[in-house]
């Protein structure tokens, strides 16, 4: 089982639970071992929007972390993972991670990963952006940490918001080199069919 593919999933107490919760069940779709944990604030989350307990949240992943458990497998670099998606990611916790001083599993596993030099997808939800979130957002791509807001792709033409969620995961998996297939991809789902258009 060593060579199994894993990834790391952070769900932190930004609003947009529902893109932690697809990036799990994209995953079981693709075969690779996600490994979970959840902050206080996005248990809470988690049950305001989507009416779901941390039980059945658990349930989806193929591993679930205490939020506490510094001793963790993900703790370590040794543990071998394609990376880790914070999905969504709020500003304590993307600022907690830019600062290198981690308090709980999750941005202890965000630093793991950093410093491995695994990539880092942050989808962080906030909106407006003030000058102190957006240095803090520089640093981060500067530590080599890959920003990933999740913003509807219309050209996919969603018909629902899950769709349009959906895309968002899906485009972030991208990074990982994952190819999940409720993606729509432009030139095969969308746009111009490779070999329509004439020279």
């Given at each position: 089982?060593?060579?199994?593919?894993?990834l790391i999933v952070g769900i932190s107490g930004a609003s947009g639970a529902i893109y932690g919760l697809r990036t799990l069940d994209a995953l079981a779709e693709l075969g690779v071992e996600s490994h979970?944990?959840?902050t206080k604030a996005a248990a809470l989350t988690l049950n305001q929007e989507q009416g779901l307990p941390p039980v059945e949240l658990n349930a989806r992943a193929s591993?679930?972390?205490k939020i506490g458990d510094i001793g963790a497998s993900i703790a370590s670099g040794s543990f071998r993972t394609l990376g880790m998606i914070v999905a969504p990611c709020s500003v304590r916790t993307m600022s907690e991670i830019a600062t290198g001083v981690t308090s709980t599993l999750l941005t202890r596993a965000a630093d793991v990963t950093l410093k491995e030099r695994r990539?880092?997808?942050l989808m962080v939800r906030e909106t407006p952006l003030h000058l102190g979130h957006l240095r803090t957002l520089v640093k981060l791509?500067?530590?080599?940490a890959i920003i990933a807001p999740?913003?509807?792709a219309f050209y996919a033409r969603p018909g629902t918001v899950l769709e349009m969620v959906d895309q968002s995961v899906?485009?972030?998996?991208?990074?990982f080199g994952l190819d999940w297939a409720s993606t729509k991809r432009w030139g095969r789902d969308i746009g111009p069919v490779e070999g329509?258009?004439?020279a």
């Open positions: 089982m060593e060579d199994r593919q894993r979970l944990v959840v591993v679930a972390h990539p880092l997808v791509a500067e530590m080599g999740p913003l509807p899906g485009r972030a998996l991208d990074l329509d258009v004439e």
